[in-house]
Nanobody, 122 residues
Framework: QVQLVESGGGSVQPGGSLRLSCAFS????????MGWFRQAPGKEREFVAT????????RYADFVKGRFTLSRGNARNTVYLQMNSLKPEDTAVYYC???????????????WGQGTRVIVSS
């Protein structure tokens, strides 16, 4: 089975930084699209960033405004979300996801991690 495990969440003051990690295990022969999503309490889960397996097609949500960077480990079994200049509205549970299809929408991702909580507060 494909498994995704997020880590790196925590509490940070506004303007601070966090790096989230997603450990990927399973069939790496499948060239999955990888994505990051977040969900705040009482709100819909929203798209944050996504990248193709080889990193040649990376997209970010507009609200990131250059603050977040999605990257991959050398072995492609780990993906990262570097979050800089964090704002209180970034507070959410962040999820890593993988999809078989290219340019997938939220409901088209096939595998999800359990999430890691990010709290941005003074």
């Amino acid at each position: 089975q494909v498994q995704l495990v997020e880590s790196g969440g925590g509490s940070v003051q506004p303007g601070g930084s966090l790096r989230l990690s997603c450990a990927f295990s399973g069939r790496t022969s499948n060239e999955y699209t990888m994505g990051w999503f977040r969900q705040a309490p009482g709100k819909e889960r929203e798209f944050v960033a996504t990248t193709s397996w080889y990193g040649n097609n990376t997209r970010y949500a507009d609200f990131v405004k250059g603050r977040f960077t999605l990257s991959r480990g050398n072995a492609r079994n780990t993906v990262y979300l570097q979050m800089n200049s964090l704002k209180p509205e970034d507070t959410a549970v962040y999820y890593c996801a993988a999809a078989h299809s290219a340019m997938p929408h939220k409901d088209e991702y096939d595998y999800w991690g359990q999430g890691t909580r990010v709290i941005v507060s003074s």
